[in-house]
């Protein structure tokens, strides 16, 4: 190798760093479940986020930022059969480096089927082809991204779209946008804790602790948004010139395959009844 291609090299790699630093939003590096599989364990990984109100604060009329919260992802090879749903848990964990109050976290989370972009560049809430889908939807004559009344890109309660740049102001022609569909959510406490917006449910007790199953989910693949859901904490958790990030808070997400006994042999059940009535009839 000569200098020149050395060079290069050098350059390249540095060019390349110092483009996922700058564009390293939407990522589902280091966590990524794979493909669920029935006779697999649930697995899990530990993760921190920025915020204590990274979920509830997307629940609400003007939406949220996407960086406040942690995407995960798995896939589906096949439909999920009647008797298995897919199990996902999120709990705080305090065993990590974060920065937040220990014991305060309270954790939410939506499901979306979808993908935003898994390789570089990344999809970002400020890029030129998330804020012009922004505009689309909602306008340009209100505050926040583009005039779109929207401070992120990010919906907790619905579908949202967002789209990948290297410029912020541009619109190259390789851009894309990326359409997450919405599931469900779960999340911890009461309206107290998330919040206000019409359709939330919660689990009734602020414990750190939230758990969901989803069944009927068809094959695919699909992304699971988790952070704080303490709506209050917008207010407290202030970024200012002496605070300039806001506190983290570490958490710890669950995801497997999980059977569903009852439901699976009554829904089986059915399916053979059903079978000897059209036997007998035919
Ligand atoms: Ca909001
Ligand atoms: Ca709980």
């Keep these: 190798m000569n200098w020149i291609t050395k060079f290069i090299l050098v350059a390249c790699t540095a060019l390349a760093i110092a483009g996922n630093k700058a564009l390293a939003h939407i990522s589902y590096s280091n966590r990524d479940f794979g493909t669920l599989i029935i006779s697999a364990d649930?697995?899990?990984?530990?993760?921190?986020v920025s915020s204590g109100f990274g979920w509830a604060d997307a629940t609400d009329a003007d939406w949220g930022d996407s960086h406040r919260g942690r995407f995960f992802r798995f896939t589906l090879a096949n439909p999920l059969s009647a008797d298995h749903s897919v199990r996902i848990i999120a709990e705080r964990n305090l065993n990590t480096s974060a920065s937040g109050p220990n014991g305060t976290f309270l954790p939410g989370f939506s499901l979306f089927s979808g993908l935003a972009h898994t390789t570089s560049p990344l999809a970002h809430?400020?890029?030129a082809l998330s804020v012009q889908w922004l505009q689309q939807q909602f306008g340009t004559n209100s505050t926040g991204l583009g005039g779109s009344g929207k401070e992120g890109s990010f919906n907790a309660l619905g579908d949202w779209s967002i789209g990948n740049s290297v410029s912020t102001s541009l619109i190259n022609v390789s851009d894309s946008l990326r359409?997450?569909?919405?599931i469900g959510h779960a999340a911890d406490g009461t309206s107290a804790d998330f919040g206000n917006a019409v359709g939330i449910v919660g689990d009734g007790t602020a414990d750190g602790f939230v758990t969901a199953t989803f069944s009927g989910l068809a094959a695919g693949d699909y992304s699971l948004f988790v952070g704080g859901a303490n709506y209050a904490a917008q207010t407290?958790?202030?970024l200012t010139t002496e605070v300039t990030t806001y506190p983290t808070y570490g958490v710890n997400v669950t995801v497997g395959l999980v059977?569903?006994?009852?439901?699976?042999?009554?829904?089986?059940?059915?399916?053979?009844?059903?079978?000897?009535l059209r036997r007998r009839k035919g």
């Design 42 to 48: 649930v697995s899990n990984t530990t993760q921190v």
């Design 125 to 127: 809430d400020s890029s």
């Design 179 to 182: 359409n997450l569909t919405y």
């Design 236 to 238: 407290t958790e202030v």
């Design 259 to 276: 059977p569903e006994p009852s439901t699976g042999s009554l829904l089986l059940g059915g399916a053979a009844l059903l079978a000897i």
